[in-house]
Nanobody, 115 residues
Framework: QVQLVESGGGLVQAGGSLRLSCVAS????????MGWYRQAPGKQRELVAG???????NYADSVKGRFTISRNNAKNTVNLQMNSLKPEDTAVYYC?????????WGQGTQVTVSS
C-alpha cells in the first residue's frame, strides 16, 4: 500500500506560479513512476507530468516549457512547479504513483487560475 498526500493548490492569476507537493508513505521502495494528473469539470483525467525513479520525465504537450516535475527519492516527495499559468490549467490535480501494475492516487488539490 502507498499513501499520497498533496499540498500547494490554490487560486492564482493568469501568468502566476504555484508549486504542488506530494509526500508518499508506505511501500515507497516499490514505487517506479510518480506523477501528476489533472481533471477539469466535464473532462477526463489527463496526465500532466511523470517522473521515474531514475529521473526520466515526460510532460503533456500543453504544459511543456511551463511546468517542471521533480522528485526527491530520499524524502519520498514529488513536486510540480507550475509557471505561466493559464485559465485552462484550472483543474483538480492528483498525485499518482505506480507500483508494478497498481495505481495509487492522492485526494487531489484544486488549482484555479483566474483570467
Amino acid at each position: 500500500q502507498v499513501q499520497l498526500v498533496e499540498s500547494g493548490g490554490g487560486l492564482v492569476q493568469a501568468g502566476g506560479s504555484l508549486r504542488l507537493s506530494c509526500v508518499a508513505s508506505g511501500r515507497i521502495f516499490s514505487i517506479n513512476v510518480m506523477g501528476w494528473y489533472r481533471q477539469a469539470p466535464g473532462k477526463q483525467r489527463e496526465l500532466v507530468a511523470g517522473i521515474t525513479s531514475g529521473g526520466s520525465t515526460n510532460y503533456a504537450d500543453s504544459v511543456k516549457g511551463r511546468f517542471t516535475i521533480s522528485r526527491n527519492n530520499a524524502k519520498n516527495t514529488v513536486n510540480l512547479q507550475m509557471n505561466s499559468l493559464k485559465p485552462e490549467d484550472t483543474a483538480v490535480y492528483y498525485c499518482h504513483a505506480l507500483l508494478g501494475s497498481l495505481h495509487y492516487w492522492g485526494q487531489g488539490t484544486q488549482v484555479t487560475v483566474s483570467s
